[in-house]
């Protein structure tokens, strides 16, 4: 289990982290989404032990992480831009992998690569931003850690390759002790692949909370109230994230149980309504809306 406590990173007078708290279990798959400039890569890396922070400290499996060897020998992290020696190869890579990490196995390592289509011996220097991006996956994976940190594992991957990484988390998942935390902006690929997600504002945790659970409890609804009346009783009865109306039909993002909202909204006699599916998209804007966050600067 990885515990974030009171950490807080600053860059001179940027204040990157601000008292972040989190909870990351083990044998689940835990996405990092945010807003840009949110923190996602710099809570990665304190996470990791690369960075210091300020105050606070992060802990793994109850160890400390800063300066901890043995809680370090936990962690395998892939920066967002991979990054290996000048020359190097991926068979050097590997070798050196291999030397860091005791676990670290080669064989996999060599087969993955191969079904990949990617030559080892070829300097890395020569390969795509994609084909760079594979061998860090590789490298990763093959390291036999137990949490592996992944900051944009799949910009510069195409769909295929993507699926592949997708199987090799879950393989994972259900052979050893695994953990992937994985930062990205594209939130569908965190909606396909992780169990709990972290959404990350100008420092601080918004919320780090089971997926499933967090989409049963925030509803899409889209409704046609009568009387102007009912509908101002019904924004005020209901937890209301998001909302907006066009002619007659009121679309609103609510938070509370499926069965709350419904009786909320007969309660006012509805000409028509009903509930829509919701994208961690959607929920993702209404969160950061609520923050106060300008849903203009948002980057997908």
């Not at 974030?4 to 798959?29: M, P, Y």
């Not at 710099?42 to 606070?56: C, D, F, I, N, Q």
């Not at 965190?190 to 945790?205: Q, S, T």
Request: aromatic fraction near 8%; charge should be negative.
């Amino acid at each position: 289990m990885i515990r974030i406590e009171d950490v807080t990173k600053r860059f001179g007078a940027v204040t990157a982290l601000n008292h972040v708290d989190a909870q990351i279990g083990e044998g689940s798959i835990f996405g990092l989404v945010g807003t840009n400039g949110a923190g996602k890569s710099t809570l990665l890396r304190v996470a990791a032990g690369v960075l210091k922070p300020e105050s606070g400290g992060v802990r793994v499996d109850g160890m400390p992480v800063w300066e901890n060897p043995q809680a370090k020998e936990q962690i395998c992290f892939l920066p967002d831009t991979a990054w290996f020696f000048p020359n190097a190869t991926a068979a050097s890579m590997r070798d050196y992998y291999a030397l860091v990490y005791p676990d670290f196995d080669r064989a996999r390592f060599d087969d993955l690569a191969g079904k990949l289509e990617l030559e080892t011996k070829r300097r890395l220097s020569t390969f795509s931003k994609g084909m760079r991006k594979q061998v860090s996956v590789l490298l990763g994976i093959c390291a036999n850690t137990k949490y592996l940190f992944c900051d944009e594992t799949f910009d510069g991957l195409d769909p295929v390759v993507r699926q592949v990484v997708k199987g090799l988390f879950a393989a994972e998942l259900l052979s050893r002790p695994f953990t992937p935390v994985i930062a990205s902006h594209s939130l569908r690929e965190i909606e396909d692949i992780c169990d709990h997600v972290g959404l990350l504002h100008k420092g601080g945790i918004l919320f780090a909370r089971d997926l499933d659970e967090m989409k049963l409890g925030i509803h899409k609804i889209q409704c046609v109230i009568g009387e102007p009346e009912r509908e101002e009783r019904l924004l005020a009865r209901l937890s209301v994230l998001q909302h907006e109306k066009r002619g007659s039909l009121l679309t609103m993002v609510v938070r509370g149980s499926y069965e709350e909202v419904t009786a909320a909204i007969q309660e006012q006699e509805p000409l028509f309504f009903e509930v829509l599916p919701l994208t961690l998209e959607e929920i993702f804007i209404s969160e950061t809306e609520v923050a106060g966050y300008d849903i203009k600067n948002l980057f997908f």
